[in-house]
């Protein structure tokens, strides 16, 4: 991505080209490649995925988790909304809370806004000195760099949405009783604000957009677009570590079992075998006297 974002540069919708019906239809096949390779994911153990989603009020952050993760084995994912600062995190420095809820090797982590609302809020609302929030953004990249040497692979999603598309959404909340509860009046107070904000994410995705933790700009009024875009992002960061399926030792494993594990290789090989020159399954022949003979071998 380059240096100094313009966002009023950058659309908001789908391209030219891709159509809904295509998308959707994708979508669904990247969701099953991810749920298939998170479980080696989590069994390998030596990665962690760390999926940071950034966007304004209404941009799609809960449904682009809930659409493109679901069905996700929950032991290996858990995603966590940011929130401002309580009890003893409000006794620390500001990223001392993102430990506790970074991924451990084999998890993947979804921070539902993240660190960055630490330089967005006060850069917007001016509660803080400029020189304080100058040198978060090299506290961030930092931090993210470590992260990244110690095996996290980071995710970074700005969900990109026009001002007209968030009043639309934010009105569909007040009209559907299932979205009530999301609306607030922070929402609004917050789009007044909507010039401020966007210099501030222009800045944030201009300065931490980095080699290690790469921002990557989600255009979400289509909201299929969206969708096939995340998935295409998670699905390739996913793919872009080497896997493995721990080996079997025989360690904690009852001799007894080991034997019966091990003669029944021997007798799959054989049986094979004896296939392959036969020209006959295996099927056929493990139940032929000449397969359980091969079997006592």
Known sequence: ??????????????????????????TEKMRNEIIELQNKFYADGRHALLIVLQGMDASGKDGTVRHVLGGVNPSGMRVYGWRKPLGAETKHDYLWRLHNVAPERGMIHVWNRSHYEDILVPTVLKFLDKEVIEKRYDHINNFEKMLT????????????????TQLERLEERMLEPEK????????????????DYMKAYES???????????WHIIPVDNKWYKLWLVAKTILEAM??????WPKLTAEHIPESVRQDVEEKKARVKV??????????????????SVSKKASKK
């Open 1 to 26: 991505m380059p240096k100094n974002v313009n966002l009023k540069k950058i659309s908001t919708r789908a391209p030219d080209g891709m159509t809904k019906e295509k998308a959707l239809k994708e």
């Open 149 to 164: 040497d110690e095996g996290t692979i980071i995710v970074k999603c700005y969900l990109h949405m026009s001002k007209d």
């Open 180 to 195: 009530y509860w999301k609306s607030t009046g922070a929402d609004f107070d917050s789009r007044l604000l909507w010039e």
């Open 204 to 214: 944030v995705l201009s300065r931490t957009d980095t080699d290690h933790a790469p």
């Open 239 to 244: 793919k872009s570590v080497d896997l493995e």
């Open 271 to 288: 049986e094979a075998e004896i296939a392959k020159a036969t020209k006959k399954s295996p099927e056929i022949l493990s139940n032929t």
